[in-house]
């Protein structure tokens, strides 16, 4: 019986994955979520609903096709900041120099000869049209 004792204590306890513990506390987790009461939701003509980026906006060859007016303004708007913070010399934020290449590499391809294009204005090609019903083809 001493035995037994000596050697609980002289042997180290096998070494644990990293991964134990998380799952200890993530089941942990998970019973003491399943004991607390769901919560009470919204009355049916409360309910807050966002809409998705795809319902603000298409993309297409053309440009960009905004569904709403004022993401339209919002994101135009956001557009011209950035270009402003961009063309300051004393900008240092990292979505300003991000644009600063962005703007001397569209800079360096207008120079490059490229047929017919000529891309030394940067403009950024918005359309305010509604999408184009789709076809039905039955």
């Keep these: 019986m001493v035995d037994a004792s000596v050697k609980e204590v002289c042997m180290p306890g096998r070494r644990r994955s990293r991964s134990e513990g998380a799952t200890k506390a993530a089941q942990t987790l998970q019973a003491s979520l399943l004991l607390q009461s769901p919560p009470t939701s919204l009355p049916e003509d409360r309910t807050i609903s ?4 795809a319902e603000l906006y298409v993309r297409t060859s053309d440009g960009v096709v905004f569904q709403d007016e004022d993401f339209q303004r919002q994101t135009i708007a956001k557009a011209e900041r950035l270009v402003e913070t961009a063309l300051s010399p004393e ?38 049209q509604s999408c184009p019903a789709p076809i039905d083809r039955t």
């Design 91 to 128: 900008s240092s934020e990292r979505n300003a120099l991000i644009a600063k290449k962005a703007l001397k590499y569209r800079e360096m391809r207008s120079r490059r000869p490229t047929g017919t294009a000529d891309l030394r204005i940067p403009e950024l090609a918005f359309r305010t």
């Design 50 to 53: 966002f809409p998705r980026c």
